[in-house]
């Protein structure tokens, strides 16, 4: 199993920046797959990054030249570098990972953390 913990999450104004981590622990090396999601009230779950382990990076349009997805492999961490926020960022934001633990793909959330973006 894996387990994720996230920190990061807090109020900033519009234009300011926030920085989230995930850390990872437990099978690390069955992960595949690391993702940041966020959901709104009355809104569906969405992707925001997406980063693999060969590196390969993929954004959400809504975020896409403001966000950032890294990962530092030795702290088992990913982070989510966001800048140039706005009050539509507002959100509860999830870590995701993949996993194939057992002959089978798992799929695990972090907790989340509420990030407000308000002036």
């Known amino acids: 199993q894996v387990q994720l913990v996230e920190s990061g999450g807090g109020l900033a104004q519009p234009g300011g920046s926030l920085k989230l981590s995930c850390e990872a622990s437990?099978?690390?090396?069955?992960?595949?797959?690391m993702a940041w999601y966020r959901q709104a009230p009355g809104k569906a779950r969405e992707l925001v990054a997406h980063i693999t382990n060969g590196s390969r990076i993929l954004y959400g349009d809504s975020v896409n030249g403001r966000f950032t997805i890294s990962r530092d492999d030795a702290k088992n961490t990913v982070y989510l570098q966001m800048n140039k926020l706005r009050p539509e960022d507002t959100a509860v934001y999830y870590c995701?990972?993949?996993?194939?633990?057992?002959?089978?793909?798992?799929?695990?959330w972090g907790q989340g953390t509420q990030v407000t973006v308000s002036s």
């Open positions: 437990g099978s690390i090396s069955s992960i595949y797959a």
């Open positions: 995701n990972s993949e996993a194939w633990i057992d002959s089978s793909e798992h799929t695990y």
